[in-house]
C-alpha cells in the first residue's frame, strides 16, 4: 500500500451551500419516480457532478447502480453509461428507466392489460406455481390479484413493455402487502389495510406513462435516444468491465449494515423468481449485516482503529464492520483498473455511529482510495435535507427505522462527494 503524506481532516470542511439543493421540492422529474429505492441518489447532484467532471463523450459508469439515477441522468446529458449491481430487481428497475418508449404504443399495451382485470376469478388463480414466502406477506385476496398481474404481464410479447408493467407491479407491491408502512426493515403490520392491487397498478401505471412520455419527449428533441445505456448483474468488486475503459464514476456505494437491499427487495424478488433462498442470495452484498467473514484484519490503519475501538464494545458488528472495509477496498481497486487515465471518480458517501464509535466510511474510502493509487480533487461535505433520506437508526439494532421508534436516533445530516481523479 503506498504511504499517504497527508489525510484531510473531514470535520472542518464547511457545508458547500451550492450542493445541498435545498429547495429541491420533487426528485421524479424524468422516470426518477418509477419506483422506490433506499438511498437513491438525488438526481440533481448526479446532473452537477456530470455537468462539471463528465466533459468529454466516454462512458459515465455506475457500479453500484442501484435503481440507475446516475444512469438515467447520463441518457439525458447525451453520454453512454454502464450500469453495475448485484440485486436483478436493481437491474430491472434500471433497465426500465434508462429506455424511453413511444407512448401510443405503451398506452395501447396499457389499455390491453388493464381490460383483462375483467376475467379476473380467483379460483382461477394458480397460487402453487409462486414462492410460499409470499403467503406470510399478503392476504389471500391481494396475492391472487398480484399473481394473475404477474401471468397477464408475464404473456406480453414485447421485452420493454413487458418490463416496464413488471416494475410497476414491483412497486406497488409493498402497499399492497402486510409490510409495514413506514419501514425499510421486513416487518409485518397485521392491522394495516393493504392497497387493492388493481387500482394500486392502475394509479401508479398512468404516473409512470406520463414520465416516460416526458423522458421520451426529452431525448428524441436531442436526438439522445439511441444513446447505449447497459446495465449489468454484476459484483462492484469484479465487474468485468474493460482496463481504462471509462470516462467517469459516479456512484454511492452501500452503507455498512444498514439496509438490507436484498430482503428490502424479497416481494419482488420471490415473485418474480430472483430468490428461491434468502440467505443465499443475500451472499454477495456488501454492507450486510449478514457477514460471515470472521477477519477483523483490514487494509489501512484509520479502518483498523475504528474495527478495534468496535470490537472491545461489540465483536460481531466489528466484524461486520471490518467486512465492509475490506470489500471496499476491493471496490477501490476496481474502480482505478477501469477508469481511464485523468478519469475521475465521484463518490457520494455519509458516515456513521455505532455504539458510540464514529464509523468514518467516507474518510476511509478516501485514504483506501489514494492508497490505490487515485489522486485528490476535491472533497464535498452538503448536508441532506430531511425529508429526503430516512436518516433514523434503532440505538439498539444500528438499523433505519423511523422517527416514531422510541430508540430512534437521528444520523447521516451530512455527508461527502469525494472527487478524485486517476
Ligand atoms: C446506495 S445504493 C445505490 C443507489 C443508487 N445510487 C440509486 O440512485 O439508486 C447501493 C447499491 O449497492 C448495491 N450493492 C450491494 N452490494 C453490491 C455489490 N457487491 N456489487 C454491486 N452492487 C452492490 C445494492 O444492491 C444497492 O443497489
Given at each position: 500500500m503506498?504511504?499517504?503524506?497527508?489525510?484531510?481532516d473531514?470535520?472542518?470542511?464547511e457545508?458547500?451551500?451550492?450542493?445541498?439543493?435545498?429547495?429541491?421540492?420533487?426528485?421524479e422529474?424524468?422516470?426518477?419516480?418509477?419506483?422506490?429505492y433506499?438511498?437513491?441518489?438525488?438526481?440533481?447532484?448526479?446532473?452537477?457532478?456530470?455537468e462539471?467532471?463528465?466533459t468529454?463523450d466516454?462512458?459515465?459508469a455506475?457500479?453500484?447502480a442501484?435503481c440507475?439515477?446516475?444512469?438515467v441522468?447520463?441518457?439525458?446529458?447525451?453520454?453512454?453509461s454502464i450500469?453495475?449491481?448485484?440485486?436483478?430487481?436493481?437491474q430491472l428497475?434500471?433497465?426500465?428507466?434508462?429506455?424511453?418508449?413511444?407512448?401510443?404504443?405503451l398506452?395501447?399495451?396499457?389499455?390491453?392489460l388493464v381490460?383483462?382485470f375483467?376475467?379476473?376469478?380467483?379460483?382461477d388463480v394458480?397460487?402453487?406455481?409462486v414462492h410460499e414466502?409470499?403467503?406470510?406477506w399478503?392476504?389471500?385476496?391481494?396475492?391472487?390479484?398480484?399473481i394473475?398481474?404477474h401471468e397477464?404481464?408475464?404473456?406480453?410479447?414485447?421485452?420493454?413493455?413487458?418490463n416496464f408493467f413488471?416494475?410497476?407491479?414491483?412497486?406497488?407491491?409493498?402497499?399492497?402487502?402486510?409490510?409495514?408502512?413506514?419501514?425499510t426493515?421486513?416487518?409485518?403490520?397485521?392491522?394495516?389495510e393493504?392497497?387493492?392491487?388493481f387500482?394500486?397498478?392502475?394509479?401508479h401505471c398512468?404516473?409512470?406513462?406520463?414520465q416516460?412520455?416526458?423522458y421520451?419527449?426529452?431525448?428524441f428533441?436531442?436526438g439522445?435516444?439511441?444513446?447505449?445505456?447497459?446495465?449489468?448483474?454484476?459484483?462492484?468488486?469484479?465487474?468485468?468491465?474493460?482496463?481504462?475503459?471509462?470516462g467517469?464514476?459516479?456512484?454511492?456505494?452501500?452503507?455498512?449494515?444498514?439496509?438490507?437491499?436484498?430482503?428490502?427487495?424479497?416481494?419482488?424478488?420471490?415473485l418474480?423468481?430472483?430468490?428461491?433462498?434468502?440467505?443465499?442470495f443475500?451472499?454477495d452484498?456488501?454492507?450486510t449485516?449478514?457477514?460471515?467473514?470472521?477477519?477483523?484484519?483490514?487494509?489501512?490503519?484509520?479502518?483498523?482503529?475504528?474495527?478495534?475501538e468496535?470490537?472491545?464494545?461489540?465483536?460481531?458488528?466489528?466484524?461486520?464492520?471490518?467486512?465492509?472495509?475490506?470489500?471496499?477496498?476491493?471496490?477501490?481497486?476496481?474502480?482505478?483498473?477501469?477508469?481511464?487515465p485523468?478519469?475521475?471518480?465521484c463518490?457520494?458517501?455519509?458516515?456513521?455511529?455505532?455504539k458510540?464509535?464514529?464509523?468514518?466510511?467516507?474518510?476511509?474510502?478516501f485514504?483506501?482510495?489514494l492508497s490505490?493509487?487515485?489522486?485528490e480533487?476535491?472533497?464535498?461535505?452538503?448536508?441532506?435535507?430531511?425529508?429526503?433520506?430516512?436518516?433514523?437508526r434503532d440505538?439498539?439494532?444500528?438499523?433505519f427505522?423511523t422517527?416514531?421508534?422510541?430508540?430512534?436516533?437521528l444520523v447521516?445530516?451530512?455527508?461527502?462527494i469525494?472527487i478524485?481523479?486517476?
Amino acid at each position: 500500500m503506498q504511504q499517504l503524506t497527508q489525510i484531510i481532516d473531514f470535520e472542518h470542511i464547511e457545508v458547500d451551500e451550492s450542493w445541498c439543493f435545498k429547495n429541491v421540492r420533487s426528485t421524479e422529474q424524468w422516470t426518477h419516480g418509477y419506483h422506490r429505492y433506499p438511498a437513491k441518489f438525488l438526481p440533481n447532484i448526479v446532473k452537477k457532478l456530470i455537468e462539471e467532471y463528465a466533459t468529454d463523450d466516454s462512458i459515465v459508469a455506475d457500479i453500484f447502480a442501484g435503481c440507475g439515477t446516475t444512469l438515467v441522468e447520463a441518457k439525458i446529458h447525451g453520454k453512454p453509461s454502464i450500469g453495475v449491481d448485484i440485486n436483478p430487481v436493481a437491474q430491472l428497475i434500471a433497465q426500465v428507466k434508462t429506455r424511453a418508449m413511444l407512448s401510443d404504443r405503451l398506452l395501447l399495451e396499457y389499455d390491453k392489460l388493464v381490460d383483462t382485470f375483467e376475467s379476473f376469478k380467483e379460483s382461477d388463480v394458480q397460487e402453487a406455481d409462486v414462492h410460499e414466502r409470499l403467503d406470510y406477506w399478503f392476504r389471500k385476496e391481494e396475492k391472487n390479484k398480484i399473481i394473475f398481474l404477474h401471468e397477464e404481464i408475464s404473456k406480453i410479447k414485447e421485452t420493454d413493455f413487458r418490463n416496464f408493467f413488471l416494475i410497476c407491479l414491483s412497486n406497488i407491491l409493498k402497499n399492497c402487502s402486510q409490510w409495514l408502512q413506514s419501514s425499510t426493515k421486513p416487518q409485518i403490520d397485521k392491522l394495516k389495510e393493504p392497497n387493492d392491487p388493481f387500482d394500486a397498478f392502475q394509479k401508479h401505471c398512468k404516473k409512470m406513462i406520463k414520465q416516460n412520455r416526458n423522458y421520451y419527449e426529452e431525448l428524441f428533441e436531442n436526438g439522445f435516444l439511441d444513446i447505449p445505456c447497459e446495465i449489468r448483474l454484476g459484483d462492484a468488486r469484479n465487474t468485468k468491465i474493460a482496463d481504462n475503459s471509462v470516462g467517469i464514476i459516479i456512484t454511492s456505494p452501500p452503507y455498512v449494515t444498514s439496509y438490507e437491499y436484498a430482503d428490502i427487495h424479497q416481494l419482488t424478488g420471490f415473485l418474480f423468481k430472483y430468490i428461491d433462498n434468502l440467505p443465499e442470495f443475500r451472499k454477495d452484498f456488501i454492507g450486510t449485516f449478514y457477514s460471515n467473514n470472521q477477519d477483523t484484519n483490514t487494509p489501512t490503519p484509520s479502518s483498523q482503529k475504528i474495527v478495534d475501538e468496535l470490537f472491545a464494545r461489540d465483536e460481531k458488528k466489528a466484524r461486520e464492520v471490518a467486512n465492509y472495509f475490506n470489500d471496499m477496498y476491493e471496490v477501490g481497486k476496481e474502480m482505478y483498473r477501469i477508469l481511464k487515465p485523468n478519469g475521475h471518480a465521484c463518490i457520494v458517501i455519509g458516515n456513521t455511529t455505532f455504539k458510540d464509535v464514529k464509523i468514518k466510511s467516507a474518510e476511509i474510502f478516501f485514504e483506501m482510495l489514494l492508497s490505490v493509487g487515485f489522486r485528490e480533487e476535491k472533497v464535498i461535505k452538503r448536508s441532506i435535507p430531511y425529508k429526503l433520506i430516512p436518516a433514523i437508526r434503532d440505538k439498539k439494532t444500528g438499523k433505519f427505522t423511523t422517527l416514531d421508534n422510541k430508540n430512534s436516533k437521528l444520523v447521516y445530516p451530512e455527508e461527502y462527494i469525494l472527487i478524485l481523479k486517476k
